[in-house]
């Protein structure tokens, strides 16, 4: 699912037209129930004539891109739209392939002047993945001041890795840490990024195994 908002610009008047496209797999495009366009006839007809230079657009996936099609369709929408908000709910199985590779690529590609909240919500990107493409991508991304990696798996390896990247970030203020593997010795990786990060306002670490010593 994508759920979209961009700002249309007529002569006299600005309307605010809100979408919603289903069917990832096939790139249609549903509005109020009934098919529209092809995804790529809707780009070509909607927002090439649309003045959306300063819309705000939210990008919402949450299945499975297991195929090909699927993978490139993100992508594209990642391209087209240019989110500000993006989230990527479960939709990774924690493996180098096409889907993580051209994902992260796009949104750094794309988004490193955009985005400014994104969400990885159980996507177990855990280990090689997480060092290799999620913290590299997350570098790219200069404005963004909210990052959610709940459920992902994430070990104090992990965190640690997390925290390198923390240290020097002067634009997040937001951090969800929630449902890891984050131990105490995660704990004293977070504390010490604290120390030397001067941003971060929200940090939420609940539902990990950290004892008190470690927060």
Do not use: W
């Amino acid at each position: 699912r994508i759920n979209a908002q961009a700002a249309t610009l007529t002569e006299d008047i600005t309307t605010l037209v809100e979408l919603t496209l289903h069917n990832i797999k096939d790139g249609k495009v549903i509005i109020n129930g009934r098919e529209v366009y092809s995804f790529d006839k809707f780009y070509d007809e909607y927002f090439n004539m649309a003045n959306i230079s300063n819309r705000s657009v939210h990008i919402d996936i949450s299945k499975k891109l297991n195929t090909l099609q699927a993978i490139d369709n993100v992508v594209n929408s990642i391209k087209f739209y240019s989110p500000s908000e993006f989230t990527v709910q479960k939709c990774f199985d924690n493996k180098e392939g096409n889907g993580v590779y051209k994902v992260t690529s796009a949104m750094s590609l794309y988004l490193n002047k955009k985005l400014t909240q994104l969400s990885l919500l159980g996507n177990t990107i855990s280990g090689v993945i997480f060092s290799s493409r999620i913290i590299p991508m997350l570098r790219s991304l200069r404005e963004l001041f909210s990052i959610d990696l709940s459920g992902n798996e994430l070990s104090d390896d992990d965190i640690k890795n997390f925290c390198e990247f923390l240290k020097s970030n002067k634009v997040i203020k937001i951090v969800t840490l929630s449902n890891n593997k984050i131990s105490t010795n995660g704990g004293f990786f977070l504390a010490d990024a604290l120390v030397k990060n001067k941003t971060i306002e929200t940090l939420n670490i609940s539902h990990n195994n950290i004892n008190e010593s470690g927060i």
